[in-house]
């Protein structure tokens, strides 16, 4: 990236300024520079000229531990760096080194051509390796607005920003892989056509490459290691000067609005990029090592790690805690994004060892009349003891839901016992929301995700393939749990390719079938390979990124997916606000009743038996009973959903006329996994059968 050029700083002296906004803030004719330190006993502003060259300014203003000074002329693309003195005493917990020209913790971009290696000040005339930007706040949003979208009309898209566009061939190659390749008009069309209506970014917060993985001559491509909390990733802007990638995200977001596409950010609050006490230090360490991070009692020249990184942020301090939620606040107000999925969310939770529901950062969220606004997704476990806190999360928040991931996995393989819990997670995971007066929404289902196999892997592999990590395959979910079980009887190449895309098209259509907000992983759409890699970190290259070539190879699958969302976003009986009730209610029919394949109620004896593989759902379309945006009551059509996880087809009962459980008596096959999109012109009598193939779900519909 072309370095920027920032005009030489004017030398006057510095005004008193405010403490307050923290960090660089341009008014249009200088800026206000201003930093917290508790443990400081002075702080140095440097600005570095085009020739690497600092002047530097003492920061003598000082109110609450937020050193301050407002510099007039001081414009956008000036870059600066924060030299702080205090006490270097490790086993003390204090870390302070003013020979390390630190970055701004809440810079809004950063410049230099090291931000992919370790930040260290540089000892030739070259200047120093990285610096925080100054950068021009205002934008023309035009008429941007959010589209808004209720939870149980969410589809979620999970995405890389380089991955998506890397190799996209109706993308321009200097746009490739950049925020403005991302808001191209053929990869919203793309999204658009699938019927997504979130996009899910992976950590798009500026992040370095940890050197043991540049000294092995990978990268960190997840980006799962901050080091600015308010910046966009500099290597994803198409943009000559660093301060561009702002206006450059700015505009992407704009623009998937304007598609009626939310844009969600994968956010990392639990962990930085100065890793533990043999890391880097890049600011906060050198700023207020004390304040920000855990310390392990006893031994403070020690980090506390709950993330498997090295440290964990101190979410208990005050201006720890303001920093996430500033940071949280700025991408809503000034980057007008629509949500945030939290990485390792439990370790945000813990207020000393235990999680706690109730520490102080959810009771920010609960109160902060912006950041409650917006989606909240949390991952629900760290590595941590009792991190795991699947359904625990308060009642404003949603969750991955790895219960579900798990048991729809299990079924599709055929692992006995799993009935139960399968009908739980596919009507929405009562069990896990119900009781903190969540609705369906809040279970945030996924098959797939940016961390282990892509779906076609999921079903092609039995081990995992991450030698390319330099890891000794060590690295990763240990195996695939053996997914052999639904190949055994092939008796040829083509069989088994066929018997794998057949459980691809099932594992799509019961998640996007499921109550719940379901979350597509990129390129699952046209079966993405990382031939076997189910940690693919470190792998910035072809390995990870979206193969286009795809979308025709595998058109068939592309259209099954198409062809599945839509059916979903036609039916509201797919997208439930509320849960089942599963009985009647007034003498209204029953909104859903389980039947085994030959029609008859499901018994407590069937769910128990551990051998039963196969089942049905009747979701009554007119007995939804719940009430549209204009409190007028929604109905639908009901449907009979098959699901057969056996080596050998079954035959299903149709519900006639006579049922109790149903009127009519003519049903439609609208969604068959044995075909390859999933079109059916079949129609059955009620009152007769159907017969669903092996490792195969249909979808009948009564017709009206």
Not at 468 to 475: F, H, L, S, T, Y
């Amino acid at each position: 990236m072309e370095r920027s050029d920032p005009p030489a700083p004017t030398r006057v002296r510095a005004w008193p300024g405010s403490a307050y906004p923290l960090g660089a803030t341009y008014d249009g004719a200088g800026t206000n520079f201003s930093l917290f330190s508790e443990v400081a006993e002075s702080v140095e502003l440097c600005l570095i000229d085009r020739d690497g060259v600092e002047e530097r300014i003492a920061l003598t203003e000082v109110d609450g531990h937020v050193w301050h000074a407002y510099l007039p002329g001081v414009v956008p693309g000036q870059r600066y760096g924060i030299r702080v003195y205090g006490p270097s005493d490790p086993a003390s917990g204090h870390r302070c080194d003013p020979s390390i020209l630190l970055l701004d913790p809440y810079g809004k971009a950063f410049d230099g051509a090291r931000l992919d290696a370790a930040h260290l000040a540089s000892p030739d005339t070259a200047g120093p390796a990285a610096t925080t930007v100054v950068i021009n706040p205002y934008f023309d949003w035009r008429s941007d607005r959010s589209p808004r979208r209720p939870y149980h009309e969410t589809v979620i898209y999970e995405a890389h920003v380089k991955g998506m566009t890397a190799t996209h061939p109706g993308v321009p190659a200097e746009l490739r892989g950049t925020y403005a390749g991302l808001a191209h008009p053929v990869v919203v069309d793309h999204l658009t056509g699938l019927g997504v209506t979130a996009i899910e970014l992976m950590p798009v917060h500026q992040f370095l490459h940890d050197q043991v993985l540049l000294d092995r001559g990978l990268r960190n491509y997840w980006g799962y290691n901050t080091v600015g909390f308010f910046a966009p990733h500099v290597e994803y802007s198409s943009a000559a000067k660093a301060s561009g990638a702002v206006a450059e995200f700015k505009a992407m977001v704009r623009a998937f609005h304007a598609a009626g596409i939310e844009v969600i950010l994968d956010v990392v609050y639990n962990h930085t990029a100065e890793g533990n006490e043999h890391g880097p230090t890049l600011n906060f360490r050198g700023i207020d090592n004390a304040a920000y991070y855990r310390l392990v009692d006893g031994d403070r020249s020690r980090y506390l790690d709950y993330t498997g990184t090295g440290n964990s942020l101190n979410a208990r301090h005050p201006h720890t805690l303001q920093l996430i939620m500033d940071s949280l606040r700025y991408w809503v107000t000034e980057m007008h994004v629509d949500g945030f999925r939290f990485d390792l969310a439990s370790t945000l939770a813990r207020e000393l060892h235990d999680v706690d529901r109730l520490s102080a950062f959810f009771d920010l969220v609960q109160q902060d009349p912006i950041v409650s606004q917006v989606k909240l997704i949390a991952e629900p476990w760290d590595v941590g003891e009792g991190g795991y806190q699947v359904g625990n999360f308060p009642g404003l928040w949603t969750e991955w839901n790895g219960k579900y991931r798990d048991t729809v996995r299990d079924y599709w393989r055929g692992v006995p016992s799993t009935l139960g819990e399968f009908a739980s997670r596919l009507t929405g995971s009562s069990d896990l929301y119900e009781a903190t007066g969540r609705r369906p929404g809040a279970s945030i289902n996924f098959v797939t995700a940016h961390d282990g196999f892509t779906l076609a892997d999921l079903v092609s592999y039995n081990d995992k393939h991450n030698l390319a990590n330099g890891e000794d395959n060590r690295d990763g979910e240990s195996h695939n749990r053996s997914w052999n079980c639904g190949v055994e009887g092939a008796t040829d190449d083509a069989e088994i390719l066929a018997l794998r895309a057949r459980q691809r098209r099932n594992l799509l259509a019961t998640l996007f079938l499921s109550q719940g907000t379901p979350m597509l992983a990129h390129g699952d759409e046209f079966g993405r390979s990382q031939r076997g890699n189910n940690n693919a970190y470190c792998q910035d290259s072809p390995l990870t990124w979206m193969d286009w070539s795809l979308a025709e190879s595998n058109s068939d699958l592309l259209e099954f997916t198409r062809t599945v969302i839509a059916l979903r976003a036609a039916h509201p009986v797919f997208r439930r606000r509320r849960f089942f009730e599963g009985r009647p209610a007034g003498g209204a029919d029953r909104d859903i009743v389980w039947l085994t394949p030959t029609g008859v109620e499901m018994t407590e004896q069937d769910w128990d038996s551990g051998f039963g593989r196969s089942l049905s759902a009747y979701l009554g379309g007119d007995a939804i009973r719940e009430p549209d945006h204009r409190g007028e009551p929604v109905t639908d059509d009901s449907f009979l959903l098959c699901f057969n996880a056996h080596d050998q087809g079954i035959e299903f009962a149709v519900p006639s006329a006579g049922d109790r459980t149903v009127d009519g008596d003519r049903w439609d096959v609208v969604l068959d996994t044995t075909t390859p999109t999933g079109r059916s012109d079949e129609t059955v009598r009620g009152g007769g059968s159907v017969q669903v193939g092996a490792r195969a779900l249909a979808v009948l519909r009564r017709a009206a």
